[in-house]
């Protein structure tokens, strides 16, 4: 929608949770019948600010709303504690599987040899990318000291895609972890484990890259 041209009726009527963020701002959202640029022009408050982050809540789903709305600290500390922590408790319990599926089923055809020297690499890079983001992204995000950030974001991104590129190299050697009939329950386990891991690393990346690193953006 052409949200310079539009009323608060509109947008409120339009875009799903928008009276949040509009009182959020600032601005009086009772007299709908007004145009919003004007209400924001009455108030002094930036109308490219507000025209993208309308448009990103146009876009997003109900949870990410949920994000973009919550202090940035908030979304930070969710994900420090949902997700930085919870992957370093889960790849040195998937290098130990993979390791004894290796060793029990070396003559199967399908055994994913190599899996748990890959993984070993994959948990030392993302141990060393978290900290650093914990160390020297979150805190400039969170003090919304903007100069150096973007390019710790950029950096951060090209971790990201380095992440997803290792994540389709553990597909290969799993076969898409594919099971074979005769799996025993350790590997049963190590493709399930792994299953969680790759669908967090996923929703974690995707938090970062579209909601918090948007947010500061
Ligand atoms: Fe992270
Ligand atoms: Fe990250």
């Not at 997003?60 to 994900?79: F, V, Y």
Request: glycine share 2%; hydrophobic share 40%.
């Amino acid at each position: 929608m052409n949200l310079s041209r539009s009323s608060l009726k509109d947008v409120l009527s339009s875009i799903r949770h928008s009276d949040i963020y509009l009182k959020k701002v600032g601005i009086d959202i009772t007299n709908s019948d007004r145009m919003l640029s004007e209400s924001l022009a009455e108030k002094n408050i930036d109308t490219n600010t507000t025209f993208a982050a309308l448009n990103l809540l146009n876009e997003l789903g109900e949870k990410d709303i949920h994000w973009l709305l919550e202090p940035t600290s908030n979304l930070i500390n969710h994900i420090k504690d949902r997700y930085h922590n919870h992957h370093r408790l889960q790849l040195p319990l998937l290098i130990s599987l993979a390791r004894q599926v290796e060793l029990r089923n070396i003559e199967n055809p399908y055994c994913p040899v190599g899996l748990a020297d890959y993984l070993n690499g994959l948990h030392k890079d993302l141990l060393v990318h978290m900290e650093k983001e914990e160390q020297i992204l979150f805190p400039f995000l969170s003090d919304e000291k903007m100069a150096y950030v973007f390019t710790q974001v950029s950096l951060a991104m090209h971790n990201h895609d380095h992440e997803l590129h290792m994540l389709s190299r553990i597909d290969e050697l799993t076969d898409g972890l594919h099971l074979p009939e005769n799996a025993d329950n350790v590997w049963k386990k190590l493709y399930v484990e792994l299953a969680i891991f790759k669908a967090d690393l996923l929703e974690h990346i995707r938090l970062e890259n579209d909601i918090l690193f948007d947010k500061c953006g």
